[in-house]
């Protein structure tokens, strides 16, 4: 055992976290030190009196850019380069985060997350300390906070001993490459609506068939594209 999964988080937000992460599967996991959260203040290294870290961008245009010199002195505190874990810059250009990706984090020993703030970062850090974009989705926040979180907790209850047996992820949506089945759970009759039937036959065969074709209709009718491409049919 090296130590726990360890996120460390650049912000000038420090305040935010752990929020959410700080309850539940993740809270408990982190009193429990399963996984460590190191937060580190961006604003520790700004310029002068005020201790400034952004400045107008060059080029003109509307808001203010995170300095490169600044988030760079943040980042080599935070991890030196002989840190083993990604760096990673929480970023609407990104990839967008997939569960496989998650599953590759959660299996190393953490991440280094920078979040941005304002316009964004300026673009020589990016490419001086090779930090990859991650995106959350194809929407844009008005920080790398909550992405950061969202990227931690989908992490964090992979980690071993975190979720129970029982719950252990490997039926989850997108594990197979396929949306999750329906849920279903007491009472057996709800404003008229029972619960089907195959699932309290106590068949375990016909309880998995049943799954799996919902799970596949679901899919088909929602996520199409998570479907292999079919082949072209041969004439
Ligand atoms: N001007 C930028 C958006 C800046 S939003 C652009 O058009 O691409 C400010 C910060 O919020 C970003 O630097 C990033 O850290 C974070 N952010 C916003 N949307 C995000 C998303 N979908 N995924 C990950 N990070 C995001």
């Given at each position: 055992?090296?130590?726990?999964?360890?996120?460390?988080?650049?912000?000038?937000?420090?305040?935010?976290?752990p929020g959410p992460l700080g309850v539940s599967?993740s809270g408990?996991?982190?009193?429990?030190?399963?996984?460590?959260?190191?937060?580190?203040?961006?604003?520790?290294?700004?310029?002068?009196?005020?201790?400034?870290?952004?400045?107008?961008?060059?080029?003109?245009?509307?808001?203010?850019?995170?300095?490169?010199?600044?988030?760079?002195?943040?980042?080599?505190?935070?991890?030196?380069?002989?840190?083993?874990?990604?760096?990673?810059?929480?970023?609407?250009?990104?990839?967008?985060?997939?569960?496989?990706?998650?599953?590759?984090?959660?299996?190393?020993?953490?991440?280094?997350?920078?979040?941005?703030?304002?316009?964004?970062?300026?673009?020589?850090?990016?490419?001086?300390?090779?930090?990859?974009?991650?995106?959350?989705?194809?929407?844009?926040?008005?920080?790398?906070?909550i992405?950061?979180m969202?990227?931690?907790d989908?992490?964090?209850?992979?980690?071993?001993?975190?979720?129970?047996?029982?719950?252990?992820?490997?039926?989850?949506?997108?594990?197979?490459?396929?949306?999750?089945?329906?849920?279903?759970?007491?009472?057996?009759?709800?404003?008229?609506?029972?619960?089907?039937?195959?699932?309290?036959?106590?068949?375990?065969?016909?309880?998995?068939?049943?799954?799996?074709?919902?799970?596949?209709?679901?899919?088909?009718?929602?996520?199409?594209?998570?479907?292999?491409?079919?082949?072209?049919?041969?004439?």
């Amino acid at each position: 055992m090296t130590g726990p999964w360890r996120a460390t988080v650049l912000t000038l937000y420090p305040e935010m976290f752990p929020g959410p992460l700080g309850v539940s599967l993740s809270g408990d996991a982190l009193a429990r030190a399963v996984w460590a959260l190191e937060m580190r203040n961006i604003r520790d290294h700004g310029e002068g009196r005020h201790k400034r870290v952004d400045d107008t961008p060059a080029g003109g245009g509307a808001g203010m850019v995170l300095r490169a010199d600044i988030l760079a002195a943040a980042l080599d505190a935070a991890a030196p380069a002989d840190d083993p874990r990604p760096r990673l810059l929480m970023s609407p250009r990104g990839a967008p985060l997939t569960q496989a990706r998650v599953r590759a984090l959660a299996a190393g020993p953490g991440v280094v997350l920078l979040c941005g703030r304002f316009e964004g970062v300026d673009q020589r850090v990016i490419d001086a300390r090779g930090l990859e974009e991650v995106s959350i989705g194809d929407y844009v926040l008005s920080g790398g906070e909550i992405p950061a979180m969202v990227l931690i907790d989908a992490c964090v209850r992979l980690l071993p001993g975190v979720m129970g047996k029982e719950e252990s992820g490997a039926e989850e949506s997108f594990e197979g490459g396929l949306l999750e089945y329906p849920h279903y759970t007491r009472p057996r009759e709800w404003e008229g609506r029972a619960i089907p039937e195959v699932l309290l036959s106590g068949n375990h065969a016909a309880i998995a068939r049943w799954r799996r074709a919902e799970a596949e209709r679901l899919t088909r009718e929602r996520r199409p594209d998570l479907l292999p491409a079919r082949k072209p049919r041969e004439e």
